[in-house]
T-cell receptor, first 115, second 112 residues
Framework: KAGVTQTPRYLIKTRGQQVTLSCSPI?????VSWYQQTPGQGLQFLFE???????NKGNFPGRFSGRQFSNSRSEMNVSTLELGDSALYLC??????????????FGNGTRLTVT | DAKTTQPPSMDCAEGRAANLPCNHS???????VYWYRQIHSQGPQYIIH???NNETNEMASLIITEDRKSSTLILPHATLRDTAVYYC?????????????FGKGTMLLVSP
């Protein structure tokens, strides 16, 4: 079974631009979560989607948004990029209703650099 | 999610068992203990999880104390490829919510 696929793997943008990252979950997984990882803050939860609905959201500004499609694929968008948005963005999927007994499986992330 | 405490770093000789401890003294009855690891520049990799009983899979064993206040992840025969940051996470039993709160983890260095 293929794992979680994230594209692109690397991205360089300039301040003020916007960016869209893509995530394809493991086949059959309906829950998709996004995390941001930086050296200073570690791994931080952004948001989680299940059946095209956002179920939970972390403490990030409104510039960070996401969506999920009917095939469970997900995208996240960051508008008006800031230097501090440089990070590894990770997508994770889990099976069925994504409950507490369902492990999250992560992709290898998109490395975003903002200059 | 309950807070966890892990040593910042550990060393292990190749071929020996690596025993990674985790304290979670404030864990509640419905919280699972999860272990992930992250190799540099890759996403976190799920290893194992458990609630009360000890668990074993092809990667590792998880030993949870009877009072559930601590646990140990055991890699029975560590290899150089097991060098990674290991995260112990306790996850509250809310149905439908998939968030994980990562701490700083333990950097495990496996040496020849």
């Amino acid at each position: 079974k293929a794992g979680v696929t994230q594209t692109p793997r690397y991205l360089i943008k300039t301040r003020g631009q916007q960016v869209t990252l893509s995530c394809s979950p493991i086949s059959g997984h309906r829950s998709v979560s996004w995390y941001q990882q930086t050296p200073g803050q570690g791994l931080q939860f952004l948001f989680e989607y299940f059946s095209e609905t956002q179920r939970n959201k972390g403490n990030f500004p409104g510039r960070f948004s996401g969506r999920q499609f009917s095939n469970s694929r997900s995208e996240m968008n960051v508008s008006t990029l800031e230097l501090g948005d440089s990070a590894l963005y990770l997508c994770a999927s889990s099976s069925s209703n994504g409950g507490y007994n369902s492990p999250l499986h992560f992709g290898n992330g998109t490395r975003l650099t903002v200059t | 999610d309950a807070k966890t405490t892990q040593p910042p770093s550990m060393d292990c000789a190749e071929g020996r068992a690596a025993n990674l401890p985790c304290n979670h003294s404030t864990i509640s009855g419905n919280e699972y203990v999860y272990w992930y690891r992250q190799i540099h520049s890759q996403g976190p990799q799920y290893i194992i999880h458990g609630l009360k009983n000890n668990e074993t899979n092809e990667m590792a064993s998880l030993i949870i104390t009877e009072d559930r206040k601590s646990s140990t992840l055991i890699l029975p025969h560590a290899t150089l490829r097991d060098t990674a940051v290991y995260y112990c996470i306790v996850r509250v039993g809310h149905s439908g919510y998939s968030t994980l709160t990562f701490g700083k983890g333990t950097m495990l260095l496996v040496s020849p």
